[in-house]
């Protein structure tokens, strides 16, 4: 029995890394948002990080939506270029980052997913789904590809 996986266009893989892509950019902006601008969102006197304008942690969530985005942005380079040890890399550290930086933003965000609507759990599925399923394909459409070698010239 063949297992071996059809024919994906490379356009519709590097789409899906897009999605991830797009996902990165939202890390991006809540990143630069949350931790350069908004800081302490209501009262900044009180007890732990949230409260204080000038904490560390602050400059770490800027840090984790730009390693998320430029993550994201390698994911989409290295699908399109069909290197599927690359792209799951970038792919583990762009989930990672965006994990980190959500939990940073929002410790209670896993404990309150039954708030959100169907809407906004398919986004969240398609956000990691997306990219997974582009990291799997990233080299099934190499092997239809004519290497440069093999090409007929053309006779002037």
Same mark, same amino acid.
């Given at each position: ?20 892509? &797009? ?9 630069? &948002?949350?931790?350069?601008? &908004? ?73 309150? &997913? ?43």
């Amino acid at each position: 029995m063949n297992w071996a996986m059809p024919h994906v266009p490379r356009v519709f893989i590097v789409a899906l890394a897009f999605v991830g892509w &797009l996902w990165s950019g939202w890390a991006l902006l809540a990143g630069l &948002l949350w931790g350069a601008a &908004l800081r302490c969102d209501e009262a900044c006197d009180g007890q732990g990080w949230r409260r204080s304008l000038d904490a560390w942690q602050w400059n770490g969530i800027v840090v984790l939506g730009v390693v998320a985005f430029i993550a994201g942005t390698a994911l989409v380079i290295f699908v399109w270029r069909r290197r599927r040890a690359y792209a799951a890399a970038a792919l583990v550290i762009e989930l990672g980052a965006v994990l980190v930086l959500g939990t940073a933003l929002s410790p209670e965000w896993l404990e309150h &997913l039954d708030r959100r609507s169907v809407g906004e759990l398919a986004a969240m599925l398609a956000g990691i789904a997306a990219p997974i399923v582009a990291v799997v394909l990233a080299n099934s459409s190499a092997r239809h590809a004519t290497p440069r070698a093999q090409r007929p010239t053309e006779s002037p």
